[in-house]
């Protein structure tokens, strides 16, 4: 009788963590924010954990090193960043004149969902100038 | 950091080559060899006080009503009528970065036209007075604006005695590429520091002037054709008196 009900308790205590645990973790994953794939190239500069956790820390190294050095590499610059990840302003106002630019964009729509406002965007521009440079 | 996938810190045997070829021939002939050391920077290098960017500015060529250089400035740089980027702004507001001034000396009748712009002054006031350090100038004598510490006091523009620096009111958008610009910040002619940069050599008010009345080049570098303008012909800093060296001199006032 207990052995039995030893183990309609471990029958129920593992659909209970099946339900809670994992279906979440499925659910989840698919809830994230949008992210449009690069327009070219296949592999970051970084590591991908590594660039979500300081990509920010490797844009402000570059940033002072570039304006008061004039030192202009490529890698981490944030020019580098765009011209891999967001589509060219060429291409957006041939699909259509009307369609806002933060619509497919990497940056906004990440940070959207992370509720943090990059300040790149007042003055830089938002999208690369594409071909005709 | 030490990951090996940085393809420009790689010294390719091709560099290699090159820059020993560089090195051997400048024992030979230092003078032109620095020149094109100077202008054909590495990416990865720091912008060097052996250099001083200049610009010497003939006003016997400059002709009255011209507005080559400002159009191609406005073009370059994506500001003014061209960009209309601040319909709200007064034209006394709007970011001017340079301006054609007509000079008259009263006594003779004489007439000059002179393009106005950022001296790049060797002491410069507008890093003077800047609380935050936004306002700087480069190893290579060209004074810019960090836009990331400009608060937008606009201390540096009543300090400037050549009224050389703009504010801007209004948000903007589609900013070029290589020209963030942005509300809130004061900004000024950066002589095309991309360019230089880039090894242009140039910028582009002097490649759209027909009459080839900007010159730019390395003040430092006593082969360079301004160095030997500058040697050769008598030319004047505007505000000589107030000791600031401007980088950019004039020819025939």
Known sequence: MSQLLQQAVHGILFLFLATTLLVPGVVMGGDGPSIPPAVKGEQCVDTVPNMRRNHMEYLKQHRVETMRLGIRTKLYSLKECLNCHIEPRSYELQKSAQHPETERHFCKNCHAYAGVKPDCFECHATQPEGEAK | ?253
Not at chain 2, 107 to 123: A, D, I
Not at chain 2, 173 to 187: D, F, L, Y
Not at chain 2, 201 to 226: F, H, M, N, P, W
């Open chain 2, 1 to 253: 950091m030490t990951n090996s996938s940085k393809p420009e810190q790689e010294l390719s045997r091709r560099d290699f080559l090159k820059g020993g070829a560089a090195l051997s021939a400048a024992t030979i002939a230092p003078g032109i060899l620095l020149y094109t050391a100077a202008d054909a920077r590495n990416l990865d290098q720091s912008a060097s006080s052996a250099v001083r960017w200049g610009m010497l500015i003939d006003t016997t060529a400059c002709e009255s009503g011209c507005n080559e250089c400002i159009t191609a400035c406005q073009q370059e740089n994506g500001w003014g009528e061209i960009s209309a980027s601040e319909p709200n702004s007064r034209p006394e507001q709007q970011a001017q970065w340079i301006r054609k001034v007509e000079l008259k000396d009263k006594s003779t009748g004489k007439q000059h036209s002179l393009p106005m712009l950022c001296q790049h002054c060797e002491n410069p006031p507008c890093v003077d007075v800047c609380p935050t350090t936004a306002s700087f100038k480069r190893a290579d004598g060209i004074v810019l604006v960090d836009r990331h510490l400009c608060i937008g006091c606009r201390f540096c523009m009543m300090a400037c005695p050549y009224k050389a620096r703009s504010f801007v009111h209004e948000s903007l958008h589609q900013q070029k590429e290589h020209m963030p610009r942005g509300k809130g910040c004061v900004e000024g002619c950066t002589l095309c520091v991309h360019k230089l940069d880039a090894g242009e050599g140039t910028t582009a008010c002097a490649a759209a002037c027909s009459k080839g009345a900007i010159l730019v080049g390395d003040l430092k570098d006593e082969s360079s054709e301004i160095s030997q303008r500058v040697a050769k012909y008598a030319s004047t800093q505007i505000r000589a008196d107030l000791a600031l060296n401007p980088g950019v001199r004039y020819q025939g006032i």
